[in-house]
């Protein structure tokens, strides 16, 4: 036990070689009280850590709470932002794609009166103004008699069942004309 307490006496340097043994007794008993007194500061400072882990748990889980109200807030916004930019890039990708389309026609365009003046010449293309001016000239004459035709047989359709009859009684008394006409030309050879 004095071992020991040598040992405890030397470990908290109290003890010296040089000391007597009432006073090493003297430091041994001082150090019952030195080390009671450790010991409820070991204790006080355990109780106040444990004091202080649990203040830091609810710390900690609020802070959390805000964390996450402050991500969760975040992510909305950014989400907002998003969509304003993502409408307003694709604003901008339409304008930019509609004067694309609109220089891809224009080329388009360019290639073919290319292509045409490679084709027609001055003179094929006169011709082809003349053929088109007689063309035209031949549609509006059938455009007239058509018109014509249309109003003849308008004044017919007036008539209405008459004109019909008129038109049966005519059409065979032309048939038989024209059998009487065959049967005379075939005497007329026959008698000769």
Same mark, same amino acid.
């Given at each position: 036990?004095? *071992?020991?307490?040598?040992?405890?006496?030397?470990?908290?340097?109290?003890?010296?070689?040089?000391?007597?043994?009432?006073?090493?007794?003297?430091?041994?008993?001082?150090?019952?009280?030195?080390?009671?007194?450790?010991?409820?500061?070991?204790?006080?400072?355990?109780?106040?850590?444990?004091?202080?882990? +649990? +203040?830091?748990?609810?710390?900690?889980?609020?802070?959390?709470?805000?964390?996450?109200?402050?991500?969760? +807030? %975040?992510?909305? %916004?950014?989400?907002?932002?998003?969509?304003?930019?993502?409408?307003?890039?694709?604003?901008?990708?339409?304008?930019?794609?509609?004067?694309?389309?609109?220089?891809?026609?224009?080329?388009?365009?360019?290639?073919?009166?290319?292509?045409?003046?490679?084709?027609?010449?001055?003179?094929?293309?006169?011709?082809?103004?003349?053929?088109?001016?007689?063309?035209?000239?031949?549609?509006?004459?059938? *455009?007239?008699?058509?018109?014509?035709?249309?109003?003849?047989?308008?004044?017919?359709?007036?008539?209405?069942?008459?004109?019909?009859?008129?038109?049966?009684?005519?059409?065979?008394?032309?048939?038989?004309? *024209?059998?009487?006409?065959?049967?005379?030309?075939?005497?007329?050879?026959?008698?000769?």
């Amino acid at each position: 036990l004095g *071992e020991k307490a040598s040992r405890l006496l030397e470990k908290f340097g109290r003890r010296k070689d040089a000391d007597s043994e009432t006073v090493k007794a003297a430091k041994v008993w001082k150090l019952t009280e030195v080390l009671v007194g450790e010991q409820q500061q070991c204790q006080d400072a355990k109780s106040q850590q444990k004091e202080q882990m +649990l +203040l830091l748990e609810k710390k900690s889980a609020a802070y959390s709470q805000v964390l996450l109200r402050c991500l969760t +807030l %975040l992510q909305r %916004l950014l989400q907002e932002h998003r969509l304003k930019t993502q409408s307003e890039l694709d604003r901008i990708n339409a304008q930019y794609l509609e004067v694309k389309c609109g220089a891809m026609i224009l080329k388009l365009r360019m290639e073919e009166l290319k292509i045409l003046s490679d084709t027609y010449t001055v003179e094929k293309v006169e011709v082809h103004r003349l053929i088109r001016d007689r063309l035209e000239g031949a549609i509006h004459l059938q *455009e007239q008699d058509m018109e014509k035709s249309r109003q003849v047989l308008n004044s017919y359709e007036v008539l209405g069942e008459e004109f019909d009859r008129l038109v049966k009684e005519y059409t065979v008394l032309k048939q038989a004309t *024209e059998n009487k006409r065959w049967a005379l030309q075939e005497f007329s050879k026959v008698y000769r």
